[in-house]
């Protein structure tokens, strides 16, 4: 019996009686990545696990289930179960073959745990950048940076006065009271914060995560989660541009939009050694005051500056299909540090999709 071709959020699963896998299927360069790098992080792994008691998920087939559960947004590790019984492409890139059982969700929840607290993400994220088919595919001095908002797994209701007061309804009716940060948080997921993505759009609770991109061919080289407020895009931006000008070396060049656009960045950036192509935000404002951009003549005349900008739009790509596809719209976790480990997945299986088309273009 031939096997079909099913689209699952842009790669196809090939689903087979005898699990053949076509030569050009995507998954299959994909899988080959994912075990060189998992090669490399074995000392690391193995380190997360107890020397005694009972065997517990391999660690390397564990994170081959949670980049699926990614390359397909699954929307849960239960589900992912179930979907690990049948279908034998998947069963192929975990590792498991046909009459292998099939692990349990709450065993596999307990397990993703571990891996939070010893920086595996980052680490796989370093080794798959510095792979030796990777690493030539990367720009080392010219990179772009932006924010995006996480939905958070909390509702309106559960967003309280922190001082116990209120009405007797559980929040359900909270129209026309005034709530913000500083006075009220959510029973549910208190690292959450309520944050505004524009004037005229409502409120969610949320957080905020960033990415730093190479211009070179769009991929993900950092990222990390904050709380959601005013501030937080522009100090993560020189955290990680710090770091990236220290591997450099040298002077590197980021690209940023118009909310980046403060003195303040603009001369912190340019004291560890980043020149900034930042969008002018010259706008008229609200009380009909033009702004005044930190950005000059001296830096927009550079044809580089153009070049900059014109590759940041790049960078949406990633957030769109990690919201589109991945698991990045509204986050199933609470608490920042699940939170950012779900968010640095994302990066990781966005690479993982792009860098097999990048390889035979």
């Keep these: ?163 116990g007061s209120g009405d007797d309804d559980g929040g359900a009716d909270f ?16 690292d959450s914060r309520l944050y505004r993505k524009a004037a005229g759009r409502e409120a969610k609770l949320c957080y905020m995560g960033h990415a730093t991109m190479e211009n070179r061919h769009g991929l993900a080289v950092a990222g990390m989660v904050t709380l959601a407020n005013g501030t937080a895009e522009r100090r993560a931006s020189q955290i990680m541009l710090k770091a990236k000008a220290k591997e450099a070396g040298g002077c590197i060049t980021v690209g940023e939009d118009k909310a980046y656009d403060t003195a303040d960045h603009v001369a912190h950036l340019r004291a560890i050694n980043v020149t900034p192509h930042v969008t002018q935000n010259d706008c008229i404002t609200a009380t009909g005051k033009r702004r005044r951009s930190a950005i000059d003549g001296r830096t927009t005349r550079h044809e580089g500056y153009g070049m900059s900008q014109s590759c940041r739009a790049m960078i949406e790509c990633i957030f769109g299909w990690g919201k589109q596809h991945g698991t990045m719209r509204k986050t199933k976790h609470r608490g920042l540090a699940s939170v950012s480990t779900d968010f640095m997945l994302n990066l990781i299986a966005y690479n993982l999709t792009r860098i097999p088309k990048l390889l035979t273009a």
């Design 175 to 190: 129209h026309g009271q005034q709530r913000k940060n500083d006075t009220h948080a959510s029973t549910s997921d208190p």
């Design 1 to 163: 019996m031939r096997g079909t071709f099913v689209d699952q959020g842009g790669l196809f699963s090939y689903i087979a009686p005898e699990a053949r896998v076509p030569a050009n299927h995507p998954l299959r360069k994909i899988r080959e990545l994912v075990r060189d790098v998992l090669g490399e992080l074995t000392r690391s792994l193995g380190r997360l696990y107890a020397s005694e008691g009972r065997p517990s998920i391999p660690p390397e087939q564990l994170l081959s289930a949670l980049l699926l559960q990614v390359f397909y947004g699954i929307r849960s590790e239960r589900q992912l179960m179930e979907q690990l019984d049948y279908n034998l492409l998947y069963r192929w890139f975990v590792g498991l073959s046909p009459d292998d059982p099939i692990w349990d969700p709450t065993t596999f929840t307990k397990n993703r745990d571990r891996l939070q607290t010893g920086a595996v993400f980052a680490k796989f994220m370093s080794k798959l950048l510095n792979h030796p088919e990777v690493k030539p595919l990367l720009s080392d001095e010219h990179f772009s940076v932006d924010g995006t908002l996480i939905e958070a797994w909390a509702s309106h209701k559960s967003f309280r006065p922190k001082d």
